[in-house]
């Protein structure tokens, strides 16, 4: 459908010109919406009346995809039940009963926002100028790169982050650029599920919850039945990777034989509110039976109640690795198991198991994996650490990595989801824990991955007295010991910061369900020192090292830091009302879903 800009513009000016004569001549203007700057596919003009009303919605019209993802004809049909279960009578309360900020507490805040605010237009509009529909900016060249397929990664996952911020115009702008995104055509081969899944169809998804703009649903529906195809196999487990010309073919596609859970894992929010949006219980049907595998396994495991970090959907085994993680890899199976339970309920057997997975695994990780550091002061933190299970059984490894910091969030939600005061500390303990490893760099920012100290004794989460020896000791025994490093780490096994969001996610979820102030001013701490550190001449950069104030710049920035980094700071700062939590659970990318209530 594309072709001759020449005539398009004709076109434009013509419509624009008749909505312009026959506008009233009162505080009425016209929106035009032409992102024009290299869409792929089609071209939409989407002319609209905006008359002061916060609630109005401009006339977009979704341009279909080049390939219709509904009509494959799958050589396996994956089965149809169990169907969407009705959710909460009653929802357990998760937000604390906030009061009003006094009025200098409130300014403060006010201030805090804007500036947060800022930081975010800043990156907004380099990407607007410079990489309008390509995945992602970079921040140091001004150049761009296309990482997720091409399909305009990071305008699709910074369009809630918009809506909250209220800039109206820029986010129909963009949903008007998001109704040209073709996804019957990829710039890869294959397609990746776990991120298509979580930035795509999240970033659709909420979006759509926040604006109700039905454009949002027609292209989430398309990226969900292209997701869908995924699950066209034998056993009816996803692949990891979709060969994108094979799966529009209906060909049946093949498992791969070892993935990280995490992928298998993160997909049932997505497709449980899809369902829950569309009616459509295909999507919940195929995810639950995923997940149902997971659940079967679950205590037959090498540490029951967690599942290794690599697994074979192919074999559907869950259960035979040795290496066990909240951290990178298995991350979001985590995750999406308290959340999977907030959105879909517990009163029918196929979502009562997020329910049972959740408190399993929460108990298992709290009692193996979980540390308090040996640490020159008397802060009460928890880190959370790896565990392998060696000869001698389970052998827990003082090592973390910033990915680990949303656990302390999730404890927290579960403390209120599961009524559970000891979730609650738990989660606390862990947040201060990354609060924590940020104040004790130079830049006040923690390092992607690095190692501590155990204390002494049976029970790892025993505080203990600082012992230098002990320290010293356990750091020779590091090959990437630097005399440099803060008392109490002994590697900054990858000293970069990438921009990452799970330590404020966590801060985030803290101040909203216990109201305490100081996470709030964590926050703060926390933002300066990012800010100060990643600022660019167009947006912000990952950094090369948390140790070196000054540290050199990569010329990287994921989608992620408009989504998820800048969405919680600027949270923290909003009034508690907006994304409440009692109201919506957020995806693994920050994008929030709304609760039904029923
Ligand atoms: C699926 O089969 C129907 C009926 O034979 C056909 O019309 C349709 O084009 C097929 N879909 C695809 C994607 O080939
Ligand atoms: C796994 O063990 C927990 C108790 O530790 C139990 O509640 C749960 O039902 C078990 N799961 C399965 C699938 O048997
Ligand atoms: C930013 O970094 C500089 C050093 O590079 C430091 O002097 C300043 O205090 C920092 N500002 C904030 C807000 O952290």
Redesign the pocket.
Known sequence: MPRVRTRHIAICAVILLWVYYFLPRDEAFTYVYDYGHGASHGSTVAVARYMNDPEFIPLIIATQSSFDWSSVNFTYPPKLTPKLPATFTKRPRIQHKFKRDSRNVAAVQEQRRLEVKRVFEKSWTSYRSRAWMKDALKPISGEYVDQFSGWAATLVDSLDTLWMMGMRDEFYEAVAAVSTIDFGESTTATVNTFESCIRYLGGLIAAYDLSGHEVLKTKAIEVGDLLYAGFNTKDGMPVDFIHFEDAKRGVGLIVESQVVSASPGTITLEFSRLSQITGDDKYYAAVSRLMDVF??G??DTQLP?MWPMYVSMSKQDVVSGYQFSIGGNADSLYEYLPKAYALLGSVDASSKKYE?MSR?FMDTAERHLFFRPMIPGNEDILISGNVDILEDGPTLDPESEHLSCFIGGLYALGGRLFNSKKYLDTGAKLARGCAYAYRSFPTGIMPERYNMVLCPGPDPRKPCAWDEEHYTTAAAERVQYKSYLPKGFTTAKDPRYILRPEAIESVFILWRITGDAVWRETAWEMFQAVVNATDTRYANAAIMDVNVIGSKQEDYMESFWMAETLKYFYLCFADPDLISLDDFVLNTEAHPFRLSKK
Request: charged share 0%.
């Open positions: 659940y079967q679950q205590n109640g049972i399993t």
